[in-house]
């Protein structure tokens, strides 16, 4: 997770410079710093000692399709000898807008250098399970909208649409990660329909890697 923290300690959030980001072009180059970040504490945890784990990236789409994108991604993770196994790039559905066959095109060449795919918000605007089919990801993470107030509860649908939504992913071999888990019940829920993965603030709220190291790694020692 990306944050902007001035000299002065205060912190900018996503919402308030990506927008900036994506209009001017830099999201291609924050990408591509976060990507060297997570790479770089890799090395250094795993020089520690601790076991290698998995991160996830966001990637935007003036990235993904840059002509040099898979070859710097491929320098970046040689310059810290991280196996690209570890690093899991995440996309938002709306890059399979324009061409679906172009971007399985991309996300072949980087499965062949051993990226894994994860396509993120899914269910947050218009998807189509179409996209389940069709894109070669390995992970599909639903997005929180499906647990958001607990609608899930009284709304036999949306347990219905959940359910399935994951049988089928399960069923195309894809990985699936439920967002928004914020309470015994909605982990207790996500278990029972199958989910492999949940996300959110009953785990933990976005921490530094420092504490993520205490609080977490140190135990494994």
Known sequence: LVRWIRNDGTMIYPDQFIPIFEKNGFCAELDLYM??????????WMDAGY???TVSVNQSKLL???SDYVQKLCQITDQYQIPRTLIVMEILEGLAAESIEELNKNISVLHEKGFKI???????????LNLL????????????????????????KLKVLMKNIIRLAEELHID????????????????????AW?????????????DFEKMYLEKEV
């Open 35 to 44: 990507v060297e970040l997570v790479c770089r504490q890799l090395r250094q």
């Open 51 to 53: 076991e290698p784990m």
């Open 64 to 66: 993904f399709y840059r």
């Open 118 to 128: 994860s396509l993120d918000d899914f269910g947050s605007g218009y998807s189509s």
């Open 133 to 156: 089919a069709r894109l070669e990801i390995d992970e599909v993470k639903l997005d929180r909208g499906f647990l958001a107030g607990d609608l899930y509860m009284e709304n036999e």
């Open 176 to 195: 699936t990660v439920v967002e928004g888990v914020e309470s015994g019940d909605n982990e207790s829920f996500i278990s029972r329909i199958g989910a």
């Open 198 to 210: 949940g996300q959110g603030y009953y785990y933990s709220r976005p921490i530094s890697a420092a």
